[in-house]
């Protein structure tokens, strides 16, 4: 089994900062793009920022300059660190990790359980 956990999350005031992670364990044969999401109340599910296996990086217009992803390929682990959090980040925040199980497998997105961020003004 694969098991994703998710942690940093809570209230916090607007200007302030947190950091994401996402910790990955079971029995994995190669993690390739790890990601996180969001998904505020009534509205869909969006991409935050992904870590692609080749090392590039990717952010959704609102969080450039302010979010920034990185991962520990040792601990198999994603952050999100963010700074100067706004009122429009509250949302539960996902990871989404590509996974190999095996060498013969093909890869498969996993996702956590989820992390509430919340920003008040």
């Known amino acids: 089994q694969v098991q994703l956990v998710e942690s940093g999350g809570g209230l916090v005031q607007a200007g302030g900062s947190l950091r994401l992670s996402c910790v990955v364990s079971g029995s994995i044969f190669s993690i390739n793009a790890m990601a996180w999401y969001r998904q505020a109340p009534g509205k869909q599910r969006e991409m935050v920022a992904v870590?692609?296996?080749?090392?590039?990086?990717d952010y959704t217009d609102s969080v450039k300059g302010r979010f920034t992803i990185s991962r520990d390929n040792n601990k198999n682990t994603v952050y999100l660190q963010m700074n100067s959090l706004k009122p429009e980040d509250t949302a539960v925040y996902y990871c989404k990790v590509d996974i190999k199980r095996w060498w013969y497998s093909v890869s498969a997105d996993y996702w956590g359980q989820g992390t509430q961020v919340t920003v008040f003004s």
């Open positions: 870590f692609n296996g080749g090392g590039s990086t």
